[in-house]
């Protein structure tokens, strides 16, 4: 069956770092995958999206994401935090049927001042 | 480009009474609108699928009976919750798609709360 992964519920990091943070996903065929931000009591803002090509996606904000085929992943990485990177941030894959997402957990990113 | 609204952004309401949430999308047709909801600290549950001129999809789970969803135009879905009772208190959240793309634009969110 199809399913994200988003292996830690949060993530603390000092502000000026880097961030990664992980997403796998298991999917039959060749996965559309998505990276979502949600600020507290906010809508959904998308990210990047990887559909084909470059596995090396830019997004906006700052933001990167890399898709792995050989490790089912699809990890978003910011050089250098901001205190307003402080976030939820949401990984999915939709599926080809009938244009559902499937949601992974989320991740709950703390920005250390 | 592809924005989508929701309306209201927070309402609270007595139990027992109903409450309609409505989505649009602004500049482009969405064939195809998606209802989610989303408890405290949890991803998106998605309850349902409606395409424009048909009966929404329900998610298992999800009482069709109670959560109405109208998609009468390619720019409004409504969400109607019917006889609402605490336990519908969350935060719904819709999106929106174009015919033939896999992407989907959301809206800002309703926080509902009954008393």
């Known amino acids: 069956a199809q399913s994200v992964t988003q292996p830690d519920i949060h993530i603390t990091v000092s502000e000026g770092a880097s961030l990664e943070l992980r997403c796998n996903y298991s999917y039959g065929a060749t996965p559309y995958l998505f990276w979502y931000v949600q600020s507290p009591g906010q809508g959904l803002q998308l990210l990047l999206k990887y559909f084909s090509g470059d596995t090396l996606v830019q997004g906006i904000k700052g933001f990167e994401a890399e898709f792995k085929r050989s490790q089912s992943s699809f990890n978003l990485r910011k050089p250098s935090v901001h205190w307003s990177d402080a976030a939820e941030y949401f990984c999915?894959?939709?599926?080809?049927?009938?244009?559902?997402?499937?949601w992974g957990a989320g991740t709950k990113l703390i920005i250390k001042p | 480009g592809a924005v989508v609204s929701q309306h209201p952004s927070w309402v609270i309401c007595k139990s027992g009474t109903s409450v309609k949430i409505e989505c649009r999308s602004l500049?482009?047709?969405?064939?195809?609108m998606f209802w989610y909801r989303q408890f405290p600290k949890q991803s998106l549950m998605l309850m349902a699928t409606s395409n424009e001129g048909s009966k929404a999809t329900y998610e298992q789970g999800v009482e069709k009976d109670k959560f109405l969803i109208n998609h009468a135009s390619l720019t409004l879905s409504t969400l109607t919750v019917t006889s609402a009772h605490p336990e519908d208190s969350s935060f719904y959240i819709c999106?929106?798609?174009?015919?033939?793309?896999?992407?989907?634009?959301f809206g800002p969110g309703t926080r509902l709360t009954v008393t």
């Open positions: 999106s929106a798609g174009l015919a033939g793309s896999y992407e989907q634009y």
């Open positions: 999915a894959v939709v599926l080809y049927s009938n244009y559902q997402l499937i």
């Open positions: 500049d482009f047709q969405a064939t195809t």
